[in-house]
């Protein structure tokens, strides 16, 4: 299996991002996790795709652009632009999640699809197969440094099996509260991207926190799901 490890700048210094992203690129990280929030789908606004450019000028990782807006269609096409490698939205504000995901692809974009905490596991079945990766908020969306949901290990065990039941080859990442105290459990139960903010920018050593990170996540690897 293979483990990605993707910092989330939303709990980075913005005022020194460019030395941010440098020191969790030193330290290994696979991906650069970038969460755009509007103030309407969640309680708080961050960034948008002028921003995604920059750190795309100065990030070698791929970007991993999560969508926690409530009309992303509208915006798709421009953080393509702006540099996204992978982009995924929220299950909870697409109707026409299928039509979605495809516009995504077509731009030459990963797509995958959020899951919020109280999203059952049942509303991926009819997009299983089009979707690259699933993401599993472990935490309700809107800020950083919030604690794991506990149940949230089951139900990434869950969208394991349904995946393997759909033959998806899809990859499962995991965001939220996300630590070297339960890293190698997610991992464990299934998750292959590890989204952390706060456990990694929230120390006084990026580099070291993203090495850390890997080597108690990779204790999951062999573990019995």
Same mark, same amino acid.
């Given at each position: ?36 929030? &509007? ?92 979707? &690259? ?71 006084? &050593? ?20």
């Amino acid at each position: 299996m293979s483990l990605r490890i993707a910092p989330s700048i939303l709990s980075a210094d913005f005022a020194a991002l460019g030395h941010a992203i440098a020191a969790v690129e030193r330290g290994g990280a696979d991906l650069i996790h970038v969460d755009v929030m &509007d103030g309407h789908f969640v309680p708080n606004i961050t960034i948008g795709p002028p921003v995604v450019s920059a750190i795309k000028r100065v990030a070698r990782a791929p970007l991993d652009v999560h969508l926690m807006i409530s009309d992303p269609d509208r915006y798709i096409e421009a953080f393509a632009q702006a540099g996204a490698s992978m982009m995924s939205v929220h299950r909870e504000v697409l109707p026409h999640l299928h039509r979605t995901i495809h516009a995504i692809k077509a731009l030459g974009v990963k797509a995958g699809v959020v899951l919020n905490p109280a999203t059952p596991i049942a509303s991926l079945e009819d997009i299983a197969a089009d979707v &690259d990766y699933v993401l599993i908020m472990s935490v309700n969306p809107g800020f950083g440094g919030q604690t794991f949901i506990p149940h949230s290990e089951a139900k990434l065990r869950e969208t394991r099996a349904l995946l393997d039941r759909a033959r998806s080859r899809a990859v499962i990442e995991v965001d939220g509260g996300i630590s070297l105290h339960n890293a190698a459990r997610v991992v464990a139960a299934g998750a292959q991207v590890l989204v952390a903010g706060a456990a990694i920018f929230g120390t006084s &050593d990026p580099e070291r926190a993203t090495l850390d990170l890997r080597a108690a996540a990779t204790g999951g690897i062999a573990a019995p799901r």
